[in-house]
Each structure stands twice: as structure tokens, then as C-alpha cells.
């Protein structure tokens, strides 16, 4: 029970020279809800990425409810993993990306249904009627026929949302969900995750800069800094008693800024 | 002879120009994609021969290929014991559809990578296969992009077409060409026929417009 | 026999060396009728755009019909149109000319789109900017818009110079003896219509990628900023 379902194990990614992973070691526990926090560059988000397996790693592991994400076991040693097994893989995982990234040809009940249907197999009718619970959790029930260009960003991104969950994923990635709104629409995406947190025992990785929102959601935060983890605790210990100076100089600019 | 007389015979010319449009411009768009596409693929030897395809008949004159097609391939077929002669009308369209359809290949291609890599990225995540990303994600959003070009492209088939008359085939500019070696009234024939590949391509274009529109209704939604 | 050259027929191979000459006879026709073309299309093109950007309605709305109507009709009929016509208005020009100016023509309605695009993607930001400044509009031209406008028209038009060279061959309706007549009488006379004209495709393959990668290249060598003044 105690079973990491996900372990960066000495983990490094680069692009050339410059090291956006540098020999990451990071946990998070089944049902757990983790925010990562840390400036620019810093791999944050990276690390959502390179478990979505939108982009890959250079050196360590990592696993995924046990098994390595990126190799495949064959005669005792670890592989680079196939197509066949990333795709296995990534049934587990769900993601909320920054800029929504919907798509803007489909109808937002289409958005959803679209992929249980082609990629679990479900019929129409079915795909739909996860959809029209979905939304009806985002409170957009009444949005299911428009494109998503008719919408606010913050109803996209809760159509973003609902779209991961109809893929039934184990853990959920949000990564910076709420950078690109306009202030007043954070809040009803938030709230959406908030829900989501206390309401379902899914494992929650979310990568913000909403610092009080990952004070109220997180069950643990954790501080990145050059593609390292430098300090992690619950939201009380770091946020009110951050050990290292680097996450103080950090925490005191986003805070005042 | 008055000027509505010679309508007649320009008419019948016209209807083979808009029978061979309409022909080459969907032969033409198949292969836009088919090749457009290939040039895409994951695949070596797919990709090569979709470059190869596009290069060739980019690269050459539409006329040089409509005699090939024509005059060479016959000699060609003759060598190997194969009777490869063809019918103007088949040549003019194979012709007339391969020229068209290698610069809409690379419309295609073109609109394909302007794509946003996030869609690619979201399709990815919800685990689509890299065939569905293509012709459930990409291809529907890519495709009203095309409609702009593929439009252009129509019309200068359009015009093409009237470069078969030089294999004899009795379109529009075959009619005029037989019909002023007749009556020698050369000013009021291509006058008269300029206006009507005009109208054409004024008709062709507003087809064009409304079936951009159609493939691209999802953007007009409003609220 | 072609240009008092002899064709050799004993093989394809041999046949195929024996008519090069004849067909680069034809190539060098082809060539000057591009550059012609292409110089016809570059001055009427920018007598177009000038009249199409007139401020008067009066000037651009005709000047804009005008660049519609030939750039929705053929070349062929264009050709046919100033062979036939223009001789009965007492203008007589050997078929050759006729010839490059019916693809100056053609193409006076593509390259007209091109100044027009040069000069409009620079904005209002730099003509702002360059009010702003109080500079004459006539040093706003030539300072700010033209040498900004300058490298982007160049790829552009070195594009539709290699799209004449590929229109050429129509000219042969007219009986001037450009590449593909030339391979065509050949074919006529000797009954192998493979050889000179599966050659005249490889010249034209060879002639187009060497001219496209020389647009390629001016097009990375242009800086995208403006040419810098002196």
C-alpha cells in the first residue's frame, strides 16, 4: 500500500548542454496529492511531460505503478520501451495542459467522448453519457454542443479536464493549469480540482503557481530547483518553515510579487 | 457569321472543359493527399516515392508531361510489348491530375505541419495512435487551412485544361482555335472565350468558397 | 536533320547524344523567353499594383478586374489572343516576342499580388513609426518601406521566374522553337517521341532544382530586417 506509483529514479534529461533533470529522485504514493513548485526552468513541468511520455529521458528510470515507464524488461535487463508498451503505459495517466490544447474541429462532448471511443473501444452511446456525467461534474452540462472557441478559458480548461477523466486514469497531471486564464476565471478551475482532490481517491500531480490553492489541495509540496528536488514537506512545513534558503528567496518572491 | 453563331460549337467546347476539370481537379486532390501525406510518413521508402512524385512532376513542365503521357508512352509500351496508347481524354486527365496533384501534395503537407505540436501532444496523451492522431486530430483541423490554395489550385487547372487541345482533344480552346482557322474572326472568337474561361473560373472559385466554408463550419459557430 | 545537326540512331543511347546539341539549341530559346517573360511580367506587374493601389475607386476598382481576368485565363488563349489580334490591329511582332509578352502578361497579374504583399506586410507599424518621425513620404518609401519590402519580394519572384521557365513550352503553338517543339519535330521525323522528350523532362528537372535552390539561397541570404542602407 505504501507503493510509490511513481519513482524518478536518478532521472536526467537534457537538451544539449543544458540539464533540465539532473539525477531527479521523486516519489508519490498512491491517492497522494502533490504539488510541485519551483521558478522557470527549474524541470517542474518537465517532470509532467516525461511521464505523459510527450517527452523522453537520457539517463535513470522511471516507474509507473512498479514498472519502468520508459524500458521494457527483456532477458533481465531494461530496454528502451516500444510504442506498444508506452502505450500501456499511458492508459494509467491523464493530463491538463497549460494552454488546454482541445480540440477546436470537436464539440465539447465530442472532446471527450472521442478518445474512450476510439482508444477504449466504448460505444458512441456510451462515450457520451461519460461525457455528459463529466461535464455535469464541471458544471457545464449545458455546454456539451458547443466548440470550444465559444467557450471562456477557464470553461476549456474544465472541459480539459473533464476529458482526462473520461480515460479513467490512475493519476492525473495538471501542469500549470491555470497560468494562461485571466484571473478571474482561476477560480472556477480551482474549484473543479479542489473537488476532484477531496472528493476521489485519485493520485494528483499538479505542478502551479497558485500557492495558496496548493497550500488548501496538497497533501505534500515539493520545491524544484535545477532539475533537482531541494526540499519537500506538507504544505504547513514548507511554506511556514522552509528549511533551505533557496526555497525561501523563492517562496518570498512569488508570494510578494 | 454573327457572334452567337459561333456560341454553339464554343458551348459543347466548354462543357469538355468543365467535364475535364471536374475529373482532374478530384484525380488531382486524391493524389494530393495520398502524397502529401506519403511525404510524412514514418516509412522510407512511402516518403521517397511521395518526394520523388512531387519533385518530378513539380519540377517539369505540365506540357512536357501531357506529351510524355502521350507521345512517348506509347513508344515506351511498344519496347516491352505492352500497347500504352491513349485516349486524348485519358491523357489530358492523367496528365492534368498528376501535374495538379503534386502541388497539392505539398498544400497538404504544408497545412499537416502547421498543425499545432500541442493537438499532436494532446492526442498523444489520450493515447490515440499516431494514425488516428493524423486523420482524427490533424487532418480535420489541416483541412480548411488547404481550402485557400487547393481554390488557386483549381482555377489553374482550370486553365490548364486548355493545353489539351494541343493533343486534340475538342475542349474550349480547341473549338476556338478550329473555329477561327474557319472564319478567321479572330478577335470576336477569343474575346468570347476569354470571357467564358472567365465565368468559369468566377463559378469554379464560389464553389471553391462554399465548400471551404462547409469543411470548415465548426469555426463559424457562434454563439 | 535539326540545326544542321545529324541524329544518330543506331541506339537510344546513341540517339540520345546526337540530339542533345538540337535540344540545348532549344534550351537556350527557352531560357531567353523566361528572362524576357520575366522582365515583362516584373514592369507591367508593378504598373498593376501601382494602378490597383491608386487612391481613386476609379482607377483600382478597373485595375483589379483587370488583374482577375488574367489571372483566371489561360496563357494558351492569352498567346492565341495577341498573335491573332494584335496583327489586326496593325502591331506585328515576330512570334517569339508575342510569346514572351503573353507570359508577361500572365504572370503581370501574379507578381502585381507580390509588390502589393511586399509592401503591406511591413505595416502601418513602420509607416506610423516613420509619421511619427515627420519623414517625407516620399523618404518613407525609399528609406523604410522598399528596402524592407525589397527581401521579401525577391524569393517570391524568383519563384514565378521558375514557374515561366515551366510555361514556356506553350509557346510552341506560336512555332517558336523552344525545348519541347524542338524535342516534338524530332519525335515527328524519327518516330521515338521517348528519348528527346524523356530528356526535355530531365533538362527541366535539372533547370527548375538548380533555379529553386538559388531562390533558396538568395531567400536565407537576404537579411529578413531590410537590406542595410548606405
Known amino acids: 500500500m505504501t507503493d510509490p506509483i511513481i519513482k524518478f529514479d536518478k532521472v536526467g534529461k537534457s537538451y544539449g548542454s543544458l540539464k533540465v533533470l539532473d539525477g531527479l529522485d521523486f516519489e508519490v504514493k498512491r491517492g497522494e496529492k502533490v504539488t510541485i513548485i519551483g521558478p522557470s526552468g527549474s524541470g517542474k513541468s518537465t517532470v509532467l511531460r516525461v511521464l505523459m511520455t510527450l517527452e523522453t529521458i537520457n539517463d535513470g528510470v522511471v516507474y509507473v505503478g512498479n514498472e519502468p515507464l520508459w524500458h521494457e524488461q527483456r532477458n533481465g535487463t531494461l530496454v528502451p520501451a516500444g510504442e506498444e508498451h508506452l502505450r500501456k503505459m499511458r492508459r494509467q495517466l491523464g493530463m491538463v495542459f497549460q494552454q488546454f490544447n482541445l480540440f477546436p474541429h470537436m464539440t465539447v462532448r465530442r472532446n471527450i467522448a472521442e478518445a474512450p471511443v476510439k482508444v477504449l473501444g466504448l460505444s458512441r452511446q456510451d462515450a457520451n453519457q461519460r461525457a455528459d456525467e463529466l461535464l455535469e461534474m464541471v458544471g457545464l452540462a449545458d455546454q456539451a454542443h458547443k466548440y470550444p472557441h465559444q467557450l471562456s478559458g477557464g470553461q476549456q480548461q474544465r472541459v480539459g479536464i473533464a476529458r482526462a477523466l473520461a480515460m479513467r486514469p490512475k493519476v492525473m497531471l495538471f501542469d500549470e493549469p491555470t497560468s494562461a486564464l485571466d484571473p478571474e476565471l482561476v477560480g472556477e478551475v480551482l474549484n473543479v480540482i479542489a473537488r476532484l482532490a477531496s472528493e476521489h481517491d485519485l493520485t494528483m500531480l499538479l505542478v502551479t503557481h497558485e500557492m495558496r490553492f496548493a497550500r488548501e489541495v496538497s497533501d505534500r509540496v515539493c520545491f524544484f530547483d535545477k532539475g533537482q528536488m531541494k526540499e519537500q514537506g506538507t504544505p504547513d512545513e514548507l511554506f511556514t518553515a522552509p528549511k533551505e534558503q533557496r526555497t525561501r528567496d523563492f517562496l518570498k518572491a512569488v508570494l510578494n510579487g | 457569321m454573327a457572334w452567337t453563331e459561333y456560341l454553339t460549337p464554343l458551348l459543347q467546347g466548354a462543357w469538355v472543359t468543365v467535364q475535364l476539370t471536374v475529373y482532374s481537379t478530384i484525380f488531382g486532390a486524391i493524389l494530393s493527399f495520398a502524397f502529401g501525406i506519403g511525404k510524412l510518413s514514418p516509412n522510407w521508402l512511402i516518403k521517397a516515392v511521395s518526394v520523388g512524385y512531387i519533385e518530378i512532376f513539380r519540377g517539369t513542365s505540365l506540357l512536357v508531361q501531357l506529351f510524355w503521357l502521350y507521345f512517348a508512352l506509347p513508344v515506351a509500351g511498344q519496347a516491352v510489348g505492352l500497347d500504352l496508347r491513349l485516349p486524348p481524354v485519358v491523357a489530358g486527365v492523367l496528365a492534368l491530375s498528376l501535374n495538379i496533384g503534386a502541388y497539392g501534395a505539398e498544400v497538404v503537407r504544408g497545412a499537416i505541419q502547421a498543425v499545432q505540436k500541442s493537438q499532436y501532444e494532446a492526442a498523444r496523451a489520450l493515447n490515440f495512435t499516431p494514425r488516428q492522431a493524423l486523420f482524427g486530430v490533424a487532418l480535420p483541423q489541416a483541412i480548411p487551412e488547404m481550402m485557400p490554395p487547393f481554390g488557386n489550385l483549381a482555377v489553374q487547372n482550370l486553365k490548364d485544361t486548355a493545353l489539351v487541345s494541343l493533343i486534340s482533344l475538342g475542349d474550349l480552346a480547341f473549338r476556338a482555335e478550329q473555329l477561327r482557322n474557319f472564319t478567321q474572326d479572330s478577335t470576336t472568337i477569343f474575346t468570347l472565350v476569354l470571357f467564358m474561361y472567365f465565368g468559369m473560373a468566377l463559378v469554379l472559385t464560389a464553389i471553391m468558397k462554399l465548400l471551404e466554408r462547409f469543411v470548415g463550419r465548426w469555426r463559424h459557430a457562434s454563439n | ?230
Open chain 3, 1 to 230: 536533320m535539326l540545326f544542321g545537326f545529324e541524329w544518330d540512331t543506331s541506339s537510344e543511347l546513341a540517339f540520345a547524344w546526337s540530339i542533345l546539341p538540337i535540344l540545348l539549341i532549344g534550351l537556350w530559346v527557352t531560357v531567353q523567353a523566361t528572362v524576357l517573360g520575366f522582365v515583362v511580367a516584373l514592369v507591367l506587374g508593378l504598373i498593376l499594383a501601382v494602378l490597383k493601389g491608386a487612391p481613386s475607386r476609379l482607377i483600382s476598382w478597373p485595375a483589379n478586374v483587370l488583374c482577375e481576368f488574367i489571372r483566371d485565363t489561360p496563357l494558351l488563349i492569352q498567346l492565341f489572343f495577341l498573335y491573332y489580334v494584335l496583327p489586326e490591329y496593325g502591331l506585328v511582332l515576330p512570334a517569339f516576342m508575342t510569346g514572351a509578352l503573353a507570359l508577361g502578361l500572365q504572370y503581370s497579374a501574379y507578381t502585381s499580388e507580390v509588390y502589393r504583399a511586399g509592401l503591406q506586410a511591413i505595416g502601418r507599424d513602420q509607416r506610423e513609426a516613420a509619421r511619427a518621425l515627420n519623414f517625407p513620404s516620399a523618404h518613407t518609401f525609399t528609406h523604410v518601406l522598399l528596402p524592407q519590402a525589397i527581401p521579401r519580394i525577391i524569393p517570391a519572384m524568383g519563384n514565378y521566374l521558375v514557374s515561366i521557365m515551366k510555361d514556356v513550352p506553350v509557346l510552341s503553338v506560336v512555332t517558336v522553337l523552344e525545348m519541347l517543339n524542338v524535342a516534338k519535330i524530332i519525335g515527328d521525323r524519327t518516330f521515338d517521341y521517348m528519348v528527346p522528350l524523356s530528356m526535355v523532362g530531365g533538362l527541366y528537372l535539372i533547370m527548375t532544382l538548380v533555379a529553386s535552390a538559388g531562390v533558396r539561397l538568395l531567400d536565407t541570404r537576404l537579411p529578413k530586417q531590410g537590406l542595410p542602407l548606405k
